[in-house]
């Protein structure tokens, strides 16, 4: 079993940054894969980036290229999600998930967090 635990959300006006945090611990992570999805009120969870564990390659959506950055320490089991120039459009519910298979798809993630709440005004 692998357990992950995000925090780091909260409200912040947009332009804003936050940084998410998400801490795993159980089997080792050397083959897991990482990802940040998000989900609206009323909407489908979302990828939003995504990093091989094993070499660090990262991937990222669209709507946060450029202003987001997703990286790993993998001395503390922990990824991050820096979030910079934040929109309203970027409020949700954040998760972390790991999967054995890298990609964007949130059915391929076996293990999930609770997920953080950001909130951005404008």
């Known amino acids: 079993q692998v357990q992950l635990v995000e925090s780091g959300g909260g409200l912040v006006q947009a332009g804003g940054s936050l940084r998410l945090s998400c801490a795993a611990s159980g089997r080792t992570f050397s083959s897991y894969h990482m990802g940040w999805f998000r989900q609206a009120p009323g909407k489908e969870r979302e990828f939003v980036a995504a990093i091989r564990w094993s070499i660090g390659n990262t991937y990222y959506a669209d709507s946060v290229k450029g202003r987001f950055t997703i990286s790993r320490d993998n001395a503390k089991n922990t990824v991050y999600l820096q979030m910079n120039s934040l929109k309203p459009e970027d409020t949700a519910v954040y998760y972390c998930?790991?999967?054995?298979?890298?990609?964007?798809?949130?059915?391929?993630?076996?293990?999930w967090g609770q997920g953080t709440q950001v909130t951005v005004s404008s």
């Open positions: 998930a790991a999967s054995r298979f890298l990609g964007s798809a949130a059915r391929a993630y076996d293990y």
